[in-house]
Structure formats: structure tokens, C-alpha cells
């Protein structure tokens, strides 16, 4: 196990992790631009950046003045690091294929500001990316063929959570999940939790999802919530509105982060790219399960996924395996097409 010690700020446990001087600059972007969104989320209110931007975004969710803020620092970071061939934003409705002059050899998809609804009333948000190596050769322009991939071909995926501390958790492909927060009076992230985990018997018995929409859901969402709230030892509530914040609980406490498809969104709400696909790679490499239920006729795996569009949606059921796990065979129990 690595110790805190042997890496004590992220910029050396990159260093040392990835051998890959050029990855170590783009990741030494994210999180500078990580940092100044962090910055700006504390300083919203002395600023006048709460409310709307009056613009919506390419998922037609309605901006913030913070989400184009965000937004903005992100591709400005990306762009100069030169180590970017294309980016993909939830706040932009085509991807950005970087100039060839500051063309790297990556691909990164990101939320800037996840949870951006909560921003005028003081909780917490976060930055969820994923990053690829592209596909095309280096000799020619990158192509959608380096962008619409599954979720297995991610190189490093990670969030950033802006809550009454700044913590950005990460994950490379083999390495497991690490932990690290903001030290204000450093300027540096500081590693504080080395292969975080889920708690070995699921943890908590807790249930995170909008249960306003229940009505609308399908008959095995709605039983195996019902079981849970109606067992001999009940499922609690918690439920924040802000992706990073909630699955970041789910993934310390233990229980399971659920926002699945609906009468309204039969294709569910949320983005395979840049939040389904990253969160799902930290949850497994937690030693979690992230699964659609059943999404495209049949039961999938969130990584399985080929997305066909860069803002295309899926449902979402991640967490512990023994509340994913459930929810799977109830979809059997129910004897639902696809199950």
C-alpha cells in the first residue's frame, strides 16, 4: 500500500504514478483548473456569480453563471496544456477539436460544474472527467472515432467535489482510488487516503436517489426501493442533487446511488461520457458495481456502453454490490423484457 507519506501532494504521486510526462501536464491542468473553480464557487456570492447565465446547455439544462465560468477555465487550461486533441463539455453542444498547433495526443470529457442547480443556495458541486489516449494516428486530425469509445478504454477518470473542503478523488486504470485535499494555504492538493474502498459488507443501508420521480419509474425500481424502505432493518434516505457529492457519500458509507430511467427519460438523465462512464470507473476500481438496469433491451454494464452521441444518456445504479445486486434481480423477479 502507498503510503501518505511516499506521496504527500498530487503532483508528485502523478509524477511517480504514471511515468508519462505528457498525461502528468494535462493532469497538472485539470487540477489547476480545478482549483480556480474551487475559487470561484467560494468567492460566488462576493462576486455576483450566483444565478442564471440565461443560456442553455447542450443536455437543455439551464446555465448558471458558474457553469460558463467553469467552463471556460476548463478549455482554457486544456487547450494551452498542449496535450489535448479533443474536448468534450456538457456546457458545449459540439466537441472542440483542439487547434493542430496546441494538439496533444488526448481526449477528455468533462462536467465542469456537476450539480450547478444547488450553486444559489450554498451545496456542494464538483468536476467529474474521464481521459483517453486517442485512437487515430498523432499524423493526422483526431477524429469522432477517438471520442465515442466505451467506457474500458478510460485512461484516468476523477472528480473534484467543492463542498466546505476541495477534494479530488482519481483513478488510473490499475493503480485503485486515491484521495486528496485542497490545502488552501499550500496551493496543493495532499494525499489523504490511499485505495479507498467500499466497506467489505456494503457499508450503510442507504438509498440515494430524486424519489419524486418514483411514479414514473419502472415496476422493479419501484419494489426494490419499497423492500428497502419497508425491511426489517429500513433503508435510510440521502439525497443531495449533486452527483459527485452523493456518489462520493455512497462510495465512503457504503448503499447504492440510483437515478434511474423514467416515463419521462426512458433513456434516463443522466450523461454516459462524462458522468455515468467516469463514476462507474472509480465505483468498480472501489470495489463497487455501476450498472444501467436494463438500458437498449437487455441488463448492462454502465462500462459496456458504445455511446453513438457525445450527450447521450443513460440510466445509473452504482454503488455497494449488495444493493446493485439487488436491484439486478429484482429486474429478474419482475420478469421484465431484457432481464
Known amino acids: 500500500m502507498v503510503s501518505v507519506a511516499e506521496f504527500p501532494t498530487l503532483r508528485r504521486y502523478i509524477m511517480a504514478r504514471t511515468g508519462d510526462t505528457e ?17 470561484a464557487c467560494n468567492k460566488a456570492g462576493i462576486a455576483d456569480l450566483f444565478g442564471l447565465a440565461g443560456h442553455v446547455n447542450a443536455s437543455g439544462d439551464d446555465q448558471k453563471k458558474l457553469d460558463v465560468l467553469a467552463n471556460d477555465m476548463f478549455i482554457d487550461a486544456l487547450v494551452n496544456s498542449g496535450t489535448c486533441a479533443v474536448l468534450v463539455s456538457e456546457e458545449n453542444e459540439e466537441p472542440l477539436f483542439v487547434p493542430k498547433e496546441k494538439a496533444g495526443r488526448f481526449i477528455v470529457a468533462f462536467d465542469p460544474l456537476d450539480g450547478s442547480s444547488n450553486i444559489d443556495c450554498n451545496i456542494s458541486t464538483g468536476t467529474i472527467f474521464a481521459i483517453y489516449d486517442r485512437k487515430t494516428s498523432a499524423d493526422g486530425p483526431a477524429t ?5 469509445r466505451t467506457g474500458h478504454d478510460i485512461k484516468v477518470a476523477g472528480y473534484c467535489m467543492y463542498g466546505a473542503a476541495t477534494e479530488l478523488v482519481i483513478t488510473f486504470q490499475s493503480h485503485g ?18 485505495h479507498v474502498k467500499f466497506p467489505e459488507d456494503g457499508g450503510k443501508t442507504i438509498y440515494s436517489c430524486n424519489e419524486g420521480h418514483s411514479k414514473d ?6 419494489a426494490i426501493v419499497r423492500k428497502w424502505k419497508q425491511g426489517a432493518k429500513p433503508y435510510s434516505a440521502r439525497y443531495v442533487g449533486s452527483m459527485v457529492s452523493d456518489v462520493h457519500r455512497t462510495i ?9 430511467a423514467d416515463k419521462k427519460k426512458p433513456n434516463g438523465k443522466l450523461r454516459i461520457m462524462y458522468e455515468g462512464f467516469p463514476m462507474a470507473m472509480i465505483v468498480e476500481a472501489a470495489g463497487g458495481a455501476a450498472s444501467c438496469g436494463i438500458f437498449g433491451g437487455k441488463i448492462q454494464r454502465i462500462l459496456d456502453i458504445m455511446p453513438a452521441r457525445i450527450h447521450e444518456t443513460c440510466p445509473v445504479i452504482m454503488g455497494c454490490k449488495r444493493d446493485v445486486d439487488a436491484v439486478i434481480e429484482e429486474y429478474r423477479l419482475q420478469g421484465l423484457p431484457g432481464a
Open 23 to 39: 498525461l502528468s501536464i494535462l493532469l497538472m491542468a485539470m487540477t489547476l483548473a480545478c482549483k480556480a473553480t474551487a475559487r
Open 144 to 148: 469522432m472515432e477517438d471520442v465515442l
Open 252 to 260: 465512503l458509507y457504503g448503499g447504492v446511488y440510483l437515478y434511474p
Open 217 to 222: 419509474w419502472d415496476p422493479a425500481m419501484q
Open 177 to 194: 482510488v486515491h484521495r486528496f485535499t485542497l490545502d488552501p494555504s499550500l496551493g496543493e492538493f495532499v494525499h489523504t487516503t490511499a
